[in-house]
């Protein structure tokens, strides 16, 4: 039961990767935009653009094909006694 539903789980999430990576690039203005009209001064907002400029290249090699085997491994630790989760995560090699 616990390795069916963390694979179902895997699947789902892996379906959903690239657009999460979508997602987070088309927030980027927004975010910025947002974070202009706070107040800040200059230097603390051209310090947050230049995250933003950094942070979907860092995004991407994050959430890439193999992040939903960590999610696997976390939720069943999560949601199961330890002996089940471990026989659950080393069924599925993780």
Same mark, same amino acid.
Request: hydrophobic share 40%.
């Given at each position: 039961? @616990?390795? #069916?539903?963390?694979? &179902?789980?895997? /699947?789902? +999430?892996? &379906? &959903?990767? $690239? /657009?999460?990576?979508?997602? +987070?690039?088309?927030?980027?203005?927004? #975010?910025? =935009?947002?974070?202009?009209?706070?107040g800040? &001064?200059? =230097?603390?907002?051209? @310090? +947050?653009?230049? *995250?933003?400029?950094?942070? $979907?290249?860092n995004?991407? !090699?994050?959430? /890439? =094909?193999?992040?939903?085997?960590?999610?696997?491994?976390?939720?069943?630790? @999560?949601?199961?006694? !330890?002996? =089940? *989760?471990?026989?659950?995560?080393?069924?599925?090699?993780?």
């Amino acid at each position: 039961m @616990a390795e #069916a539903m963390a694979r &179902k789980g895997m /699947t789902k +999430y892996g &379906k &959903k990767i $690239p /657009t999460m990576q979508a997602n +987070y690039e088309a927030a980027r203005e927004i #975010a910025i =935009t947002g974070y202009e009209k706070v107040g800040f &001064k200059r =230097t603390r907002v051209e @310090a +947050y653009r230049r *995250a933003w400029d950094f942070m $979907p290249a860092n995004y991407k !090699e994050k959430v /890439t =094909t193999g992040v939903e085997r960590k999610w696997a491994r976390k939720w069943l630790y @999560a949601m199961f006694e !330890e002996a =089940t *989760a471990r026989s659950a995560a080393s069924a599925l090699g993780l």
